[in-house]
């Protein structure tokens, strides 16, 4: 007796330092402002150096006139130690500075930003030698960086010779490769070069750099106690969320920005295809009021009937074709009288030759001019045409020739080429959107950085210390308060308001815990103690029972918790709702206390007449558990048990007993019931039967779903068959 007292002494003196303890270190509260200013100053230095880095390559490239532009390794670098944020942050401050030197940098952006995301997490999720890791990395990028970067370079600048590439472009091109594959298999191996001696440099510089003060130069913002990787770790594996507040925020932010993005890019594309039409339109109706005044009105009619015989012919026709070589878009310009049966050409000119042969002959409407063919033949003027063909986009303007009595005695027409805008549009589309790219990935990174210290890391650390919460003892229930209160968290927001609001409650609800303690355990008992009683009344009288009561609460147990994690029923499938299923299935088969012996224990099968008795054990169930809740206080589980009892026979289709209730009509826990009770009928050995083999019963349970079972249930059923397997097979060791 003195030994167990002089124990007791030791745990509770034991108990009281931790406590102490802790109190102690959650008093010291952590000036996470002067410890964010700390943690910047490495960072940015950091973020600098690697500025500097790839300027600095940069510009050695230009100096020495090198094949390699040497502009990744401060990305790189800055990756591996400082995180996503500074990465791109450099990457992105790299390529918008060297546009001042070449104006074409800024669109290989969103490659660099790759560079830093890869890289980060590259090397900060593998786990492979590090040899292997740097030759997988540098192909990887190689092949990104340089196989994108060489096909944008190619739709937005074009083939690019200088004195390093030349020489073997022109082999490979002499081995009967295309001028592109071999242009571009030219750049792929310089990049890759290029690559492979910023990761040498990244390499080291990391072996220099002792490793134990690389995570110094991370980027944090703690609004809280600061917590390790492998605690960051453990929230996130704690939570099992379909939707986490990570992934909301990604979609979110990802959503807004692309919907901006591709908002602006439409606007802006939209803008420049108009204003680059109007251009063309203004510069086509020019050409063409140039021409207008190069023709005599009063001349057309001797243009027509004499052609090249009159003398201002040639003049004319000449003047006309140096106007269409003044432009190398324009493509044809004439002059056309219209009548009723079409166009009369009076001059027609292409941007070769000036076409004689034409002069005279009558040309039919074309289908673009129907509509226009009224204003046309009374000499009014027409908007400009666009139109696309089979020969490409054009741009067709008409201009009437007026004389000196105010009528218009033909129509100037030019035809101008449009099918390069389609270029200058689809390059201009693919410098918009690696800008724009370079931007949203930015915004991402810095808005997932901001949630990360602000809403993620605070929320996930009080979820986390929460959900870890032991409420065993006295001891247990306090530490849960002190744990929750080294937190300290300071993000000066509702987040902050809530934490301290659920400390409260913390402290509050343990105060309440222990006030309440030993009525809550006398209850408790009493309940636990009935069910208990109640089952083996009925155990003592099934001889087939045997183990089956408790072998189908612990069925009914990792059924609930499967569809739980599956997210089935998730509003009602509550940790009281799998408790108390659990704690009333050993009540189910309760009414076979009001089965005669005879019936009960019957070796052979029931006749109908022994079955419709055997059938009011449900029944009978039910009104005993009634009886015992009017008389029990406290007892809600007791509610589930009545259900159980009374419908777990009944079967999803309908045709079940005591009431053929069917579908979402039976109660869910007596859905789960029926599946246990089932499964455990079909792999137990009865005097009238051998048991089936787990897989056997399993694939009978999985025959009758949606028709005596609920899907749902047979699903989460099914997917738990390791653990109900397992508790099939502790009990037969019994």
Not at 60 to 71: Q, V
Request: charged content about 25%; hydrophobic content about 45%; overall charge negative.
């Amino acid at each position: 007796m003195a030994i167990l007292k002089h124990k007791n002494e030791i745990h509770n003196n034991t108990e009281g330092d931790a406590i102490n303890n802790i109190a102690s270190a959650s008093s010291k509260k952590i000036d996470t402002n002067v410890s964010n200013k700390n943690k910047f100053i490495l960072p940015v230095v950091l973020m600098i150096f690697g500025y500097l880095i790839n300027i600095g390559g940069r510009i050695a490239n230009n100096i020495y006139g090198l094949p390699f532009y040497l502009d990744s390794a401060g990305t790189m670098l800055v990756g591996v130690l400082g995180g996503m944020l500074p990465g791109i942050t450099v990457a992105l401050a790299t390529n918008l500075t060297m546009y001042f030197f070449n104006s074409n940098s800024v669109y290989f952006g969103i490659l660099n930003i790759f560079i830093a995301i890869f890289t980060v997490v590259f090397f900060r999720k593998t786990n492979m030698s590090k040899l292997k890791k740097i030759m997988i990395y540098i192909a990887v990028i190689s092949l990104v960086a340089g196989g994108v970067g060489g096909i944008l370079y190619w739709r937005m600048i074009g083939f690019e010779l200088n004195r390093f590439n030349t020489v073997p472009v022109q082999f490979l091109q002499k081995l009967g490769l295309s001028d592109f594959i071999a242009w571009y298999l030219v750049n792929f191996i310089f990049d890759f070069v290029d690559k492979l001696l910023c990761a040498t440099f990244v390499s080291l510089c990391l072996f220099v750099l002792p490793k134990k003060i690389w995570s110094k130069f991370e980027l944090v913002l703690w609004l809280q106690k600061p917590i390790t990787e492998d605690d960051e770790r453990k929230f996130f594996k704690s939570n099992h969320y379909a939707w986490p507040l990570k992934k909301k925020i990604v979609v979110v932010l990802g959503t807004v920005s692309i919907a901006i993005a591709i908002i602006c890019s439409t606007v802006c594309i939209v803008l420049f295809k108009q204003y680059t039409e109007d251009r063309h339109i203004e510069l086509a109706e020019s050409l063409v009021n140039i021409a207008v005044s190069s023709i005599n009105p009063d001349d057309i009619e001797m243009y027509l009937s004499e052609g090249r015989d009159f003398e201002s012919y040639d003049n004319t026709a000449n003047m006309l074709f140096n106007l269409l070589q003044s432009t190398p878009e324009a493509e044809y310009i004439y002059a056309v009288k219209i009548l009723p049966d079409g166009c009369h050409v009076v001059f027609d000119v292409d941007y070769e030759r000036v076409l004689y042969e034409n002069f005279g002959s009558v040309d039919p409407f074309d289908k673009g001019f129907f509509e226009y063919i009224p204003d046309l033949l009374s000499g009014g003027e027409i908007p400009p045409i666009i139109t696309d063909t089979s020969y490409g986009k054009y741009l067709t303007v008409y201009k009437p020739v007026i004389n000196q009595a105010g009528e218009c005695v033909c129509y100037v027409g030019l035809d101008m080429s449009m099918r390069h805008l389609v270029v200058y549009d689809r390059v201009f589309f693919i410098k918009l959107i690696s800008i724009i790219s370079g931007f949203l990935f930015l915004i991402l990174a810095v808005g997932l950085w901001l949630a990360r210290f602000h809403l993620i890391m605070p929320i996930n650390a009080i979820a986390y210390t929460a959900y870890n919460f032991d409420y065993k003892d006295e001891y247990a229930r306090k530490l849960n308060y002190k744990k929750l209160s080294m937190l300290d968290i300071q993000t000066s927001d509702e987040i902050e308001g809530l934490y301290h609001a659920f400390l409260r409650a913390t402290e509050e609800s343990t105060r309440f815990f222990e006030s309440n303690k030993h009525k809550v355990e006398q209850i408790e008992n009493m309940q636990t103690s009935l069910v208990m009683v109640l089952a083996d009344m009925v155990e003592n009288r099934d001889q087939a029972t045997g183990l089956h009561v408790r072998k189908t609460a612990e069925y009914v147990r990792v059924t609930a918790e499967k569809m739980r994690e599956l997210g089935f029923y998730t509003q009602s499938l509550t940790d009281d709702f799998i408790r108390n299923i659990v704690r009333s299935a050993p009540l189910h088969d309760i009414g076979k206390i009001a089965i005669p012996d005879a019936i009960l224990n019957k070796p052979g099968k029931l006749s109908p007449e022994e079955f419709e008795i055997m059938k009011t054990h449900t029944i009978e169930g039910r009104r005993v558990i009634e009886r015992a809740i009017d008389t029990l206080q406290d007892a809600d589980y007791l509610e589930e048990a009545k259900y159980i009892a009374g419908y777990h026979h009944e079967r999803w289709d309908g045709t079940g007993y005591p009431e053929g209730l069917k579908g979402e009509e039976i109660p869910l826990s007596a859905r789960i019931m029926a599946i246990a009770d089932v499964f455990d009928a079909l792999v137990s050995k009865r005097v009238y039967k051998e048991a089936f083999s787990y897989e056997k019963a399993m694939s009978i349970i999985e025959e009758e779903g949606g028709t005596h079972f609920d899907p749902l249930v047979v699903d989460a059923f099914l997917k738990a068959r390791d653990d109900v397997f397992k508790i099939a097979g502790d009990f037969e060791k019994e």
